[in-house]
């Protein structure tokens, strides 16, 4: 098969962003603060003991899940996206830290309803949400979408789990993502970080 035009990735917004190979290989350049956001996720983390359920919505090629395992490295991790090539970059990333991480090939919608594979303790959605919520989405739709995902993950969540995002506010600005995780029924809300359209916020499920 023959490539696609190298040109594409001149455009403005151009690119391969679904090739998980090429993402990978660009993604630092294209967005210098996704890595800074990684490890701000990590930081932001509570200790988690040896065993912790912890998934990766929407993982992708896995980044932040390995973020996560070089910090805690007993964690039971589980993947989960609809992709099944990133899945396998993902899987091939994390599995010589952790050789028993389970693979979900799954589709997340913002519709209220529970991930598979739960309930987990903790939950990590790094550049995530605005994707399973639509780009197109705008406004109050985009706000009722969030509040829907948000929804579905708290009930996806052990009593006392944590949510860690870290996003852009492209779709939907960073008040707006806190508020909607409130309304969902997540208490302690709070960002831990932000820089430029760049943020990493939290919440829990009550116990």
């Known amino acids: 098969m023959k490539p696609p035009s190298w040109r594409q990735n001149l455009l403005r917004k151009g690119g391969f962003w679904r090739n998980g190979h090429w993402y990978d290989l660009h993604v630092e350049r294209r967005m210098p603060l996704f890595l800074p956001m990684l490890d701000e996720m990590a930081t932001a983390l509570p200790p988690l003991e040896a065993g912790t359920a912890v998934c990766d919505l929407a993982c992708g090629t896995g980044n932040a899940a390995f973020t996560v395992l070089m910090a805690y ?4 991790l589980t993947l989960l996206d609809e992709d099944p090539a990133l899945l396998d970059i993902a899987r091939a990333k994390v599995s010589e830290f952790d050789p028993e991480v389970e693979v979900l090939q799954a589709t997340v919608k ?4 529970p991930l598979p594979g739960g309930p ?3 939950i990590l959605a790094s550049l995530a949400l605005h994707v399973l919520v639509g780009h197109e989405a705008e406004g109050a739709e985009a706000e009722s979408r969030y509040e829907l995902l948000f929804h579905g993950l708290r009930d996806s969540l052990a009593p006392g789990g944590h949510l860690l995002v870290g996003d852009h506010v ?5 008040f707006r993502h806190l508020k909607a995780m409130e309304r969902a029924g997540f208490v302690d809300v709070d960002c831990a970080w932000r820089q430029d359209d760049f943020f990493v916020a939290g919440g829990r499920v009550p116990e």
């Not at 913002?110 to 309803?113: I, L, T, V």
């Open 73 to 76: 490295p007993t964690i039971h």
């Open 110 to 113: 913002a519709d209220g309803e």
């Open 120 to 122: 987990y303790e903790v």
């Open 170 to 174: 492209g779709t939907l600005g960073l």
